[in-house]
């Protein structure tokens, strides 16, 4: 009986053989709301290889895939560009059914697969520049260290002109399409995923995009391991990561807040008025209806962050400490920064809302307190400080 998981042809050689997670709606942390792929691909040659694997549970979808084009027991190389489990998960089954005779990873990638499945066996290690021959196709490897872990690397079947990118130029969107011509809305979804994944490594991504640039590297396609695979757009998400690892800051700014009984949401609605009067594009997210993963979404193209908090057991609200918490590993540049909220008695969150934003190295301003209720003048003080943002972002753009 024929299976229902069936391989998609990419080119006359490569296959996607990967799954789709329709489930998944957090990954460590990052909110994703429309699922998300687990990207692996077949190359057919006279040494058919796998490049990469699934996450565990959709090992068994995997290898159906691989079914419908050749017996899985025929594969006789396996490539990881990435050890992290939602790639090499699967890697360990892939042994123990198929038995290739070679896997493949970069020096550190050989590493990490040894810390994480203790196997006591040889994985062959490629450095950067090495070329595989698998028979009538030739692989060549880059290490990417750092995008994003330290093991990552790239592959580049050469005579295809395809990319293998692993988390690369991905995101997290499930989807019954395979290509980025057959899915209109992924700018979202791409922005999402770089800036709550490789945001902190954009010194890295730019020093990448550099020497590709240098060498005229210029693939055809882009296969990442997550979300769809590049036919069409490769130049734009190219581009669109370049842009974003720039981290220019434009006239835009993010106020994000929670609230106990209403009065920081009421110096949140004065400040933004005051930013929008200035001629600012302005974002209210109210963390009660926000993720903060799609706070850092809004950010990667904002240039000002306002955060405001009341003051609980004399410290800052939890729901803005989470989102503090998670932005300040973001690493986030070039934002102008301030702090407002209300307290009823000694107000410390302001004050460590002012520091977090000082440790993202936000250039900030003097933040607002209001004790209880704010009145007339404290709604002005709220209005006046997005004006002073506004003026400070216009300072700072290039």
Not at 98 to 119: C, D, I, Q, T, Y
Not at 361 to 372: E, F, H, I, K
Request: net charge negative; with cysteine; aromatic share 10%.
């Amino acid at each position: 009986m024929k299976s229902p998981f069936q391989a998609v042809k990419i080119t006359d050689k490569v296959y996607w053989v990967g799954a789709v997670d329709w489930d998944i709606r957090d990954f460590h942390g990052y909110s994703t709301d429309h699922g998300t792929t687990y990207n692996a691909y077949l190359v057919l040659a006279e040494k058919p290889t796998l490049i990469d694997t699934v996450k565990t549970p959709f090992v068994e979808e995997m290898l159906s895939r691989v079914a419908s084009v050749i017996d899985p027991k025929d594969i006789r190389y396996v490539v990881s560009n990435h050890a992290e489990m939602d790639h090499s998960g699967g890697l360990p089954a892939v042994l123990g059914l198929v038995k290739p005779e070679k896997v493949f990873a970069s020096p550190m990638g050989v590493k990490a697969l040894e810390a994480h499945f203790h196997w006591g066996l040889p994985i062959a290690a490629v450095k950067d520049g090495e070329k595989l021959d698998l028979g009538g196709e030739r692989l060549s490897f880059t290490e990417t260290r750092m995008l994003h872990w330290p093991d990552s690397m790239f592959s580049y079947l050469e005579g295809q002109g395809l990319l293998f990118s692993n988390d690369a130029f991905g995101m997290h969107l499930a989807g019954s399409h395979r290509f980025d011509d057959e899915t209109p809305d992924w700018r979202y979804e791409a922005a999402k995923y770089y800036a709550n994944i490789l945001l902190p490594f954009s010194d890295v991504v730019l020093a990448l995009l550099d020497k590709l640039a240098q060498t005229g590297f210029a693939p055809k396609m882009i296969a990442p391991d997550h979300g769809p695979i590049w036919r069409r757009d490769v130049a734009e998400i190219m581009s669109l990561w370049r842009q974003w690892a720039l981290q220019r800051p434009s006239d835009k700014a993010v106020v994000v807040f929670d609230t106990m009984w209403g009065s920081t949401e009421k110096l949140a609605r004065a400040a933004a008025e005051g930013l929008t009067a200035a001629g600012t594009s302005t974002l209210v997210m109210p963390l009660r209806g926000s993720h903060r993963s799609d706070v850092a979404t809004e950010l990667l193209d904002a240039g000002a962050l306002l955060v405001g908090s009341p003051t609980i057991n004399r410290q800052t609200f939890p729901t803005v400490a989470d989102a503090l918490s998670y932005l300040k590993g973001l690493k986030r540049k070039n934002l102008v920064g301030a702090a407002f909220g209300s307290y009823g008695w000694a107000g410390e969150s302001i004050k460590q809302v002012h520091d977090s934003l000082n440790e993202m190295g936000a250039a900030t301003l003097d933040p607002v307190r209001c004790q209880y209720v704010p009145d007339s003048a404290a709604l002005q003080a709220a209005y006046d400080l997005g004006r002073k943002v506004a003026l400070k972002l216009k300072e700072n753009r290039p």
